[in-house]
């Protein structure tokens, strides 16, 4: 669906803001873009929906160059920006339907109607936009972007400054989106939105594309998993015999922690519980904990380039 290949940007200014950008997108793809603050997501997707022109290096949109032959790119493209463009004095009704319009779609009330009530917006339809809170009136830009149906959707950080309800309808239209065979990709900085919607994860840190993967396969890879055990008496220091173990005990003395890894044959929770129990070390309870997505996109962009 879209395929970047060698892409720089330079600003005009001489900044350049991506550097060497190769990206497959597959069709149907759930997309998710992270990086920290000025890394180039905003330029990366501008310079596929032809907002911003890139140096060098192409883009093919379905085929089809985005620099080139941006019309028939931008027909198939919906953009939510991540700037609220101008406040406009038209309704969110009118709004909604002249973007159908704008690309050239025949009018379909029926479908601009079923994309306003899934942002919970119905209510809002003969509202002027200039009249709604900032949360609604990014709401608005959904529905302009879905109001088209794009096969080709880009969210550029669209809960960003929203309520936890929108943030949920929106998780609800990206995976209707995903039934209907929409290819999106999206910017954020809720990690664990990511986690909830993503089914790829691309990170971007100063321009450059640092790491693109499977989500669960980079949960896996790079997460850790850790299992802490509540003892019954506090414990001042882990047995030296425990050792290999690279035990943690808590503040308290009362909690346990190994940090083990679940792609190893065997984890050696077994022998340490076995252990444990020979140098009577009691315990009432347990848990288990992995590590986020949010910890490990922290670690990545810490590394030095
Ligand atoms: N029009 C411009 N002229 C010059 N520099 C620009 C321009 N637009 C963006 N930049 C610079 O390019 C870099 C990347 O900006 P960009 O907006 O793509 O980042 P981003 O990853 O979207 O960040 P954020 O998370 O803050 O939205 C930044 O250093 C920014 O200052
Ligand atoms: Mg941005």
Excluded at 106 to 124: G, I
Aim: net charge negative.
């Amino acid at each position: 669906m879209l395929s970047i290949k060698n892409l720089n940007k330079t600003y005009a200014g001489g900044f350049q803001a991506l550097k060497d950008v190769d990206l497959e997108i597959n069709q149907g793809e759930i997309f998710a873009l992270l990086g920290p603050n000025g890394a180039g997501k905003t330029t990366l997707i501008n310079v596929v929906c032809g907002i911003v022109k890139p140096t060098s290096g192409s883009v093919l949109v379905n085929g089809y160059d985005a620099v080139s032959d941006y019309r028939a790119t931008r027909s198939i493209i919906g953009l939510v920006p991540q700037e609220l463009p101008v406040e406009t004095f038209e309704s969110v009704w009118k709004t909604a339907n002249f973007s159908r319009g704008l690309f050239g779609r025949l009018s379909n009330p029926d479908h601009v109607e079923q994309v306003l009530r899934s942002l919970s917006l119905w209510d809002k339809k003969d509202s002027r936009i200039i009249e709604l809170s900032g949360g609604m009136k990014r709401r608005v830009l959904i529905a302009k972007a879905l109001s088209h149906e794009p096969d080709l959707l880009f969210l550029d950080e669209p809960t960003a400054g929203v309520d936890v309800e929108l943030r949920q309808d929106m998780w609800n239209v990206v995976s209707s989106l995903r039934e209907s065979g929409v290819t999106v990709i999206l910017t954020t900085h809720y990690i664990e939105e990511a986690e909830e919607m993503a089914d790829r994860v691309g990170v971007i840190n100063h321009g450059e594309i640092i790491l693109v993967q499977e989500k669960v396969s980079l949960m896996q890879e790079l997460g850790k998993k850790q299992l802490f055990l509540h003892l019954h008496e506090p414990l001042s220091e882990v047995p030296t015999h425990l050792n290999p173990y690279g035990l943690e005990v808590s503040g308290d003395g009362f909690e346990l922690i190994y940090t083990y890894d679940t792609k190893e044959e065997h984890t050696g929770i077994t022998s340490l519980l076995g252990e444990l129990q020979e140098s009577g070390i009691g315990f009432n309870d347990l848990r288990t904990s992995q590590s986020s997505l949010e910890e490990i996109f922290v670690d990545l962009v810490k590394r030095p380039a």
